[in-house]
Each structure stands twice: as structure tokens, then as C-alpha cells.
């Protein structure tokens, strides 16, 4: 009965068109709440365009506060993990489909510059009704946002650091009448060979080096009420992988490559929007020249947007994603399908209060998980200064083992069971504003409750992946930012701090917590701005965390904290405008270690160069 409701509601969305939000767009890298998150009532959304083009995204995400990035090395592997959950239970969204390898279930972010991103949106916390599998502790939204014609221009840029980094991007828009486009091309690298202490000896880091590039090319071709756009994104990454401090001279590589294909077709009407998008997405690794994987991922996403009344909105929609992986450690071709409809409501029945309501109906081989969420949110004080508001919501997540947790020879387990969880957030915000000065001030609490939860041990001379863990994940999240302006100078800074406490509940290690999750982190930055001067000053605090699941004293890695900091000049000669700036990171030289026996860098430099025509 469910199917047929869900199915019924999607072909309405073929007959009638809603309209959509408009949507905002800032220089700045604070937005909340823009169209595509808009059913996520009760929820915390950031959503952020980037001020730094030549970072990974893993430079912008380590700053958002219960965002923990598990970087391999420097240049490494870097995945994410929301609020004491783990990478496979973070959804990335890549134009609205899963981006996530169907392989890993995870995102390598070190291979993904923000050089080839446009926008950026986080929702911490459990969401499958409104994203589907995967969105237990977090949801990643990438360049969810419509085309936007950009006036014609060129932008190169140049970076170089200490250990041999260097970073290489150009990009151009052009604009024609109802037509533009863009063209980004980046290449970097790295030696990675950098010293460190072990043991009481000096080492210099070899076999770590990394060497990137990518190619993106987008359109986008509007005739009357109707948006055509496409974008394609290829990246190539050869990395040899950084040893273990207990073996320094290993030497071992992995070749990555990633093709992203998306065509979208958009069409509003008064009171109407109705998107399709198909994607096609390859990743594919090369293991020591001989061990190849390759996933194909075939997605089509149809979305309808449409208004019942001027208090309800609704949005109706499918998600259908066909995978087809090879590998010399699959016994046979694997072929994957999942299946999905949905559907959301957004009612603000007063001034003061709104809440939506999303359902999603799942369909994997003969499983049928069914995701609800609520959510509500109060204004509890506005007048022209000042708007107080609280939320809260309850949502239900499930995912679904990945290829390799299921099928990886030797180790897949083809019985394991999909995770649930159970998540309840609730949290306010307060925000002033006058004359030249912004003041914010936030505070979110959480709790998830989540079975099944997949976890690899030891079978022998290699590991498999068992539903071994009832997991409880609590925690709060603190943040406060100032903003100001006068007598040419400008201050904004902002400070935000984490607690997770993400507990087993089975077996002998029950009550202790998750490997490779901090109790507490927090982030502080403040940047001072006159003229065409930036100076900026970030630091970042990690906390303690276990490498082993006995949290015995022995699998303890010492927390410790970053300190980075930044000075840019602008210079604008005629219609050229170029930008200059030097980077100190890791400014305090502090030893530390995101993995254990892997090392990481000390104090090191970087050169900027930007020129925009």
C-alpha cells in the first residue's frame, strides 16, 4: 500500500508544478536554509560558498563544529564524520544523486579542490527520509544549487608550499544571451617529504608524495520558463601511500580516477517547479598496478515542487540508482539496484511556528526500509534588531552495506543487515543586528540510537564486517560569531565547540567509545580586513581519541590543537584584480598524529597567487 501511495503521489508531480523558493546567494560563508534544503524544518543546515579556491574540502569542513575529517596523512585519504558517527554513515550528494563511492560508501575530500565547487551545504544528523541511505550522522550537499549566469572572465591561480606543494587552476566563464558556461582545470602536487620524530630518532617522510589533476566543464541554456544544464567533472589522482611510522620504507601507490557526469532539465511556472536529473558517476582504483576496482553508478532524480495552499508546500519525487562493479576481489560482476519515492510538506499554519513532514519509501533487493522525519521550528522573538528562534525534529536513517562490506573476497559478508537509527536534535539561535555590527549565537543538542552498526574484525590473516554494534551517539554543539564594520576596518570572528559521546552497547566493549571519535573539539577564527588587507588567524582543537574499541591506554591518541594564519593583499590594476598571500600553518610546530603511527606535518608555508581578469 505504501508503494502504490508513493507512486500515485510522483505521477501527480508529472500534472501539476509547484513553485520553489528563490534562492540567496552571498559572498559570504554563511547561509542557512536555502531552496534545496527547505523540507529540513527542526534541522541545522549551513550551507557555505567558499572563500578559498585552492583548498580541498576538507580545509573548509574541519571547521564546522562535530565535523571530524580522518586524514591519512598529509595529502591522504581524508573522509568525514558527523557528530561520532563514521565516513560510511555521512551522505554525499553530488546534483542531488550519491556521490559516495557504492565500493567504500565513503568520499575521498583530499582528491575534490574546492576549485571545482560552487556551493556547499552540511545537515548534521539523521536524515534518510529527506536523502536517503546513508544519512545517519550527516549529509554533504555538493553544487545542489541551479545554474547561475556568471558575467564572462578569466581566473588563474598559483599556490606553493613547503614539502614541494604546489597548486595550479584556471577557470573561465563566458555568456551569451540565454547561454553560459565554464571551464576549470586544476593540477597539484606534493613530496610530502617532510621530518618528523619517532622513537627518539629524526626521520624524513619518502613514498608519501601526491600528484592530482581535474577538468570540469559546465553549461547551462535557459529558453523561456525552461533551464537545460549539464556539468562534467574528471579527476585523476596518483598517490603513493604514506607508510606507517613503524615501517617508513613501504612503498605502495593507488591510482584514482573519477568521472561525474550530470544533465538536468528544469522547468518553473508561476506556481511550479519540476526538476530531472541523470547522472552517470565511474570511480575506479588501481592497487599496486595490479588490483583494479571500478563501480559504475547510473542515477535518475525527478523532483516536483508544488503549493497546495500559501501555507503548504509539498515536494514529490524518485530516486533510482543502478551500480555495476568488477574486481579481481569480486568473485563475479556485481549489479546493484536501489529504488526510492518521496514525498514532503512543509505547513506554516501562524506567523511564529512551521513544521514539514517527509516520508521516504526505499526498495533494495527484498528490503523495504521506510524513513520518516518531522520537524517543527518556533520564532520565539523578532522585532528589527533582534529574531530568537528554536527547532527541533525527529528523524529515522537506515544504510545500506556497501559492495565491499558484501561482496570483497576474502571478508564480504553477503548477510549483513542495513543500520537503522533513531535521531532526536532539538536548539536555538539568536540573532542581533544594527548599524555596522552582527552578532549570532547558537546551540544545538542531539541523540542517536543506531543497530546493526557494520564493523570489521579479525577473521584469521584478514578482517570481515559484522552487524556487531548498538550504537548511542549524544552530544551539543555550541557556536557564537561577531561581525563588524567601521572606520575602514572590518572584524568577523567566531568560535564553536563539540561534545559527542558515541557509546557501544554490545559485547565486551560495551559502554566505551568509538574508535577514532574526539569527545570534544572546537574551532575559533578571527579576520581583520582594511582596505585590501585580510589577516586571519584559525585555530583547531581535536581531542583525545581511541584507536582500538578496548579504549585501553595504549590506543589512546593525545588530542592537540592547530593554529593556522593568513595575510592577503588585494591589487586591482584596471579591469585586472589579483590577489596575494602567505599562509603559516601549523604555527605552534606541534607533533600530532589524526592516525595512529601516521605522521603529519610540522610548521610549514604557503605562497599565494590569484589573478582575475
Not at 507512486?7 to 531552496?35: C, H, N, P, W, Y
Not at 580522518?70 to 550528494?93: C, D, E, H, M, W
Not at 603513493?240 to 528544469?266: F, G
Not at 578482517?463 to 552530544?475: H, T, Y
Amino acid at each position: 500500500m505504501k508503494f502504490v501511495s508513493y507512486i500515485l503521489a510522483t505521477l501527480m508531480g508529472l500534472f501539476a508544478l509547484a513553485q520553489s523558493s528563490d534562492t540567496v546567494r552571498l559572498d559570504e560563508v554563511v547561509i542557512e536554509k536555502e531552496r534545496f534544503q527547505r523540507f529540513s524544518t527542526g534541522a541545522k543546515v549551513v550551507s557555505l560558498i567558499p572563500k578559498q579556491d585552492g583548498q580541498s574540502l576538507s580545509n573548509l569542513l574541519e571547521s564546522q563544529p562535530s565535523v571530524y575529517l580522518k586524514n591519512y596523512g598529509n595529502g591522504q585519504l581524508s573522509s568525514i564524520a558527523f557528530r561520532g558517527t563514521s565516513a560510511q554513515q555521512t551522505n554525499v550528494l553530488w546534483h542531488g544523486v550519491p556521490a559516495n563511492y557504492p565500493t567504500l560508501g565513503q568520499v575521498d575530500f583530499s582528491q575534490w579542490p574546492l576549485w571545482m565547487v560552487e556551493t556547499i551545504a552540511l545537515q548534521p544528523g539523521s536524515a534518510g527520509a529527506l536523502y536517503g541511505s546513508g544519512s545517519i550522522g550527516g549529509t554533504v550537499l555538493i553544487d545542489s544549487e541551479p545554474a547561475v549566469k556568471q558575467s564572462s572572465g578569466l581566473t588563474v591561480r598559483s599556490e606553493f608550499g613547503s614539502f614541494g606543494s604546489q597548486f595550479y587552476g584556471a577557470k573561465a566563464n563566458y555568456l551569451h544571451k540565454d547561454i553560459c558556461g565554464g571551464t576549470k582545470v586544476f593540477f597539484a602536487k606534493i613530496d610530502n617529504d617532510f621530518d618528523y620524530k619517532f622513537g627518539g630518532d629524526h626521520f624524513t617522510q619518502q613514498n608519501a608524495a601526491n600528484q592530482n589533476f581535474g577538468v570540469q566543464q559546465t553549461a547551462a541554456f535557459e529558453n523561456g520558463n525552461h533551464q537545460f544544464s549539464a556539468d562534467a567533472v574528471f579527476t585523476s589522482d596518483d598517490r603513493e601511500i604514506q607508510p606507517v611510522k613503524t615501517n617508513p620504507d613501504n612503498h605502495t601507490t593507488l591510482e584514482t580516477t573519477n568521472l561525474r557526469l550530470a544533465l538536468s532539465h528544469n522547468v518553473e511556472t508561476e506556481n511550479a517547479s519540476l526538476t530531472n536529473t541523470v547522472a552517470y558517476l565511474v570511480n575506479s582504483t588501481l592497487y599496486e598496478d595490479t588490483i583494479r576496482t571500478t563501480a559504475h553508478q547510473y542515477s535518475l532524480l525527478s523532483v516536483y515542487l508544488f503549493s497546495l495552499s500559501p501555507k503548504i508546500d509539498m515536494r514529490v519525487g524518485s530516486n533510482l540508482n543502478y551500480f555495476v562493479a568488477s574486481s579481481r576481489n569480486y568473485s563475479h560482476t556485481i549489479k546493484d539496484t536501489q529504488l526510492a519515492v518521496f514525498t514532503s510538506l512543509e505547513y506554516s499554519p501562524f506567523r511564529f511556528y512551521k513544521a514539514s513532514l517527509n516520508l521516504r519509501q526505499s526498495f533494495y533487493k527484498s528490503l523495504a526500509p521506510f524513513s520518516p522525519s518531522f520537524g517543527g521550528e518556533f520564532m520565539l522573538f523578532e522585532n528589527r534588531n533582534w529574531k530568537v528562534s528554536s527547532g527541533h525534529q525527529l528523524s529515522w536513517g537506515f544504510r545500506y552495506p556497501t559492495l565491499n562490506e558484501l561482496h570483497w573476497s576474502p571478508g564480504g559478508n553477503p548477510d549483513l543487515k542495513p543500520e537503522e537509527s533513531f535521531g532526536i536534535e532539538g536548539g536555538f539561535s539568536a540573532r542581533y543586528q544594527d548599524k555596522g555590527v552582527k552578532y549570532n549565537i547558537s546551540a544545538q543538542g542531539y541523540k542517536t540510537w543506531s543497530k546493526n552498526w557494520v564493523f570489521w574484525i579479525p577473521v584469521g590473516a584478514w578482517s570481515a564486517p559484522e552487524n556487531l554494534r548498538n550504537v548511542v551517539v549524544k552530544g551539543v554543539e555550541v557556536e557564537a560569531s561577531i561581525a563588524t564594520q567601521g572606520l575602514h576596518v572590518n572584524h568577523e570572528g567566531g568560535i564553536n565547540y563539540s561534545y559527542n559521546r558515541t557509546t557501544n552497547k554490545l559485547g565486551t566493549t560495551a559502554g566505551n567509545q568509538m574508535i577514532y571519535v574526539p569527545a570534544h573539539m572546537a574551532n575559533l577564527f578571527w579576520e581583520i580586513s582594511r582596505l585590501q588587507w585580510v589577516f586571519v588567524v584559525k585555530a583547531n582543537n581535536t581531542g583525545m581519541r581511541y584507536a582500538a574499541m578496548s579504549n585501553s591506554e595504549s590506543s589512546e591518541l593525545p588530542g592537540f590543537t592547530l593554529i593556522d594564519c593568513q595575510v592577503r593583499r588585494k591589487i586591482a590594476i584596471h579591469a585586472l584584480t589579483s590577489e596575494v598571500g602567505f599562509a603559516v600553518k601549523n604555527l605552534t610546530d606541534k607533533s600530532y598524529e589524526n592516525i595512529k603511527n601516521l605522521a603529519m606535518p610540522g610548521r610549514n608555508y604557503q605562497l599565494i597567487i590569484s589573478i582575475k581578469l
